[in-house]
């Protein structure tokens, strides 16, 4: 009788264990089954190496955008339910003060500088459009791209886009931008409950930027004009004495050359004229400068874009050129004083 009894609990400890290990393979089981997204980390492709002029400013356009498309699918969603892509930041620093037009030109899109410092070299836009069309920021507030609907088998694939420019923010010129300052996620929701069923998130890849710069070989220029008198420039506006000088430029890279003269003696001046020094004792007369296109007027020390009396040496130079110019006396008064004239003027390249 004792020998019955415990074969009895065996048995019932051995149906105990079984039912267990059914249970749990029944979890297991579940779990498997629910709804799986495919969410990738995406990254928006970016140029290795960007250069840049020197005199680009806060607010200019490094990277245009760079358009990515992207898919996600997801399986094991409730059929005929609707499901969207939202958007939120992972890391994003400080927002920068200048803003650029979305892709296609409607509003303007934030920027946060690629850095833990408000004086980054550069720094991210990013915007996203999802199934209805409209690009939206994915930097400021979170993003809601239109909803999908599940099909009946609970599948569902989102086509999406994402861009990202990258833009000058701060005073610095070259570095390497980090994309982990400006790191953006996504989410994967059920619409009539908010339930996230996948995310992940998306950023661009690094980007060193260097300086465009090319190597000027004729760093000073002195120039002898032949002696004159009176009857040569008999008139107010009258030249000569002509005398051609050049200026060598080297570029390892394609680049749009400008160039800038200044008179050293009166910086201000932004005539054609260029003045004497004070050690020169002629009177009513000065020095005009010539290029390919004419007289050149003068302008301040700045290789800024459109700086005044700026003009343009050559568009995608590549290699070694030479500029040519010429220089000459030019009357400026009614009566002359005879005597030495001596006059200096610099030149200021620009690189855009």
């Known amino acids: 009788m004792y020998a019955h009894n415990l074969i009895k609990k065996a048995l019932r400890f051995y149906n105990y264990i079984f039912s267990f290990i059914l249970a749990s393979f029944t979890l297991m089981y579940s779990v498997v089954g629910q709804a799986a997204c495919v969410t990738p980390s995406f990254r928006v492709p970016m140029p290795a190496s960007v250069s840049i002029p ?92 239109g909803s999908v609907v599940a099909a009946a088998d609970g599948t569902l694939v989102f086509n999406f886009k994402i861009a990202m420019a990258l833009v000058k923010t701060g005073t610095g010129l070259t570095g390497t931008i980090d994309p982990m300052w400006v790191d953006t996620g996504y989410n994967i929701n059920r619409v009539n409950s908010g339930s996230v069923v996948g995310n992940s998130n998306f950023r661009a890849g690094f980007t060193t930027l260097s300086t465009k710069t090319c190597t000027i070989s004729t760093k000073s220029v002195n120039v002898t004009l032949p002696d004159i008198s009176g009857r040569d420039i008999p008139s107010i506006n009258s030249t000569a004495g002509s005398t051609p000088f050049s200026i060598g430029l080297t570029c390892p890279q394609s680049m749009n050359v400008y160039m800038t003269l200044t008179d050293a003696s009166n910086i201000g001046n932004q005539t054609n004229i ?65 005597g030495v004239l001596k006059s200096t003027a610099t030149f200021t390249m620009s690189y855009q």
């Open 274 to 338: 260029l003045g004497g020094m004070p050690a020169s004792s002629v009177r009513g007369v000065g020095l005009q400068i010539t290029n390919n296109s004419g007289v050149v007027g003068f302008g301040p020390d700045s290789f800024s874009a459109n700086t005044i009396n700026q003009f343009l040496v050559g568009l995608k130079i590549v290699g070694t050129t030479t500029i040519p110019l010429t220089v000459s006396y030019v009357r400026t008064a009614t009566t002359i004083t005879p």
């Open 54 to 145: 020197a005199n680009v400013k806060s607010g200019d356009i490094l990277v245009n955008w760079s358009i990515l498309d992207a898919t996600v699918t997801c399986t094991g969603l409730v059929a005929g339910e609707a499901y969207n892509l939202s958007t939120f930041w992972i890391t994003k620093w400080y927002q920068s003060a200048v803003t650029v037009p979305f892709p296609g030109g409607s509003r303007n899109a934030i920027i946060y500088s690629a850095s833990n410092s408000s004086t980054a070299i550069a720094g991210y836009a990013a915007v996203i459009k999802g199934p209805d069309g409209v690009w939206r920021d994915t930097l400021g507030n979170g993003a809601v791209t």
